[in-house]
């Protein structure tokens, strides 16, 4: 499985940006996703995560009611509409996969595959 991570650049303190993962994967809806980031200096984070589905989500309280995550099974593809941006959103962000189920997937403990990060910068 290869996951491609975009939509990452410079954005103004409150803009918004979308990131998208794309999945080279034929099962991709067996797949829970989720998104994590890792500021300069700290460590990986999770920051949102979604059923196979998409009936299930959960959130980092840091980002919750900012951010929204979503996935598209026909294109094989998960987003992350970010919303109201601050400069502590600033972070290389990963999307990961993982079979075990939401629960193991957004502990950390349940990513099977991780993707290459897209950097998000958000200014002052």
């Known amino acids: 499985v290869q996951l491609q991570a975009s939509g990452g650049g410079l954005v103004q303190a409150g803009g918004s940006l979308r990131l998208s993962c794309a999945a080279s994967?034929?099962?991709?809806?067996?797949?829970?996703m989720a998104w994590f980031r890792q500021a300069p200096g700290k460590e990986r984070e999770l920051v949102a995560g979604?059923?196979?589905?998409?009936?299930?989500?959960y959130y980092a309280d840091s980002v919750r009611g900012r951010f929204t995550i979503s996935r598209d099974n026909a294109k094989n593809t998960v987003y992350l509409q970010m919303n109201s941006l601050k400069p502590e959103d600033t972070a290389v962000y990963y999307c990961a996969a993982g079979l075990r189920g939401l629960g193991p997937l957004v502990g950390g403990y349940g990513v099977d595959y991780w993707g290459k990060g897209t950097q998000v910068t958000v200014s002052s």
């Open positions: 994967v034929r099962t991709f809806d067996n797949y829970y």
């Open positions: 979604i059923s196979w589905g998409g009936g299930s989500t």
